[in-house]
């Protein structure tokens, strides 16, 4: 079992630039949640998949951000139009859910996203 | 809305002596979950401890216990015998239906 992987680890980029970020589960997990942590803050959901299908946004992700998981397997996760405001680590988790099996997410090293 | 609140921004304790994080949360659910992360310097969140709503004993892994009081609404996670690699930050978190809240963490440093 080789975890949850994210890549890349860090991003540097132009404001207004595209980036996209990949995430890899353990495989077996069947849900995918997408974070964002900015400094001297928990994680902020922004996002979650039950293998392919996106059942939950949060309020936090505008239209610049998209998220998919087109297998139900990798994840990827863009932002648009990157602005200075967008910078932070994005952190991914996955998790199995199984009737009344309690559900703990493990989360991925994070991608560290500056925006400049 | 669900909140969590962990009131100490940083902590200090002495190697080999126990140490209580605090957490309260607030939710009208009597469906939820409770977890507690590490994340050392490096970023990688890593998976400490659960409570569920409906347990009736705290929950223990290790050196790690949760003294989970119901009707305070605390979920307080106790670290027994410190150890240096115990320095990281903690966040408390609450699963409420598919999502999770975390707090805003606290930060630990065991002192030689």
């Known amino acids: 079992d080789t975890g949850v992987s994210q890549d890349p680890r860090h991003k540097i980029t132009k404001r207004g630039q595209n980036v996209t970020f990949r995430c890899d589960p353990i495989s077996e997990h069947n849900r995918l949640y997408w974070y964002r942590q900015t400094l001297g803050q928990g994680p902020e959901f922004l996002t979650y998949f039950q293998n392919e299908a996106q059942l939950e946004k949060s309020r936090l992700l505008s239209d610049r951000f998209s998220a998919e998981r087109p297998k139900g397997s990798f994840s990827t996760l863009e932002i648009q139009r990157t602005e200075q405001g967008d910078s932070a680590m994005y952190l991914c988790?996955?998790?199995?859910?199984?009737?009344?099996?309690?559900?703990?997410?493990?989360f991925g090293p994070g991608t560290r996203l500056l925006v400049l | 809305a669900q909140k969590i609140t962990q009131t100490q921004p940083g902590m200090f304790v002495q190697e080999k002596e126990a140490v209580t994080l605090d957490c309260t949360y607030d939710?009208?659910?009597?469906?939820?979950?409770l977890f507690w992360y590490k994340q050392p310097s490096s970023g990688e969140m890593i998976f400490l401890i659960y409570q569920g709503s409906y347990d009736q004993q705290n929950a223990t892994e290790g050196r790690y216990s949760l003294n989970f009081q119901k009707a305070r609404k605390s979920a307080n996670l106790v670290i027994s015998a410190s150890q240096l690699g115990d320095s990281a930050m903690y966040f408390c978190?609450?699963?409420?239906?598919?999502?999770?809240?975390f707090g805003t963490g606290t930060s630990l440093t065991v002192i030689p």
């Open positions: 939710t009208s659910d009597p469906s939820y979950g």
């Open positions: 988790a996955s998790s199995l859910q199984q009737g009344r099996m309690v559900e703990t997410q493990y």
């Open positions: 978190a609450m699963r409420f239906i598919n999502q999770f809240y």
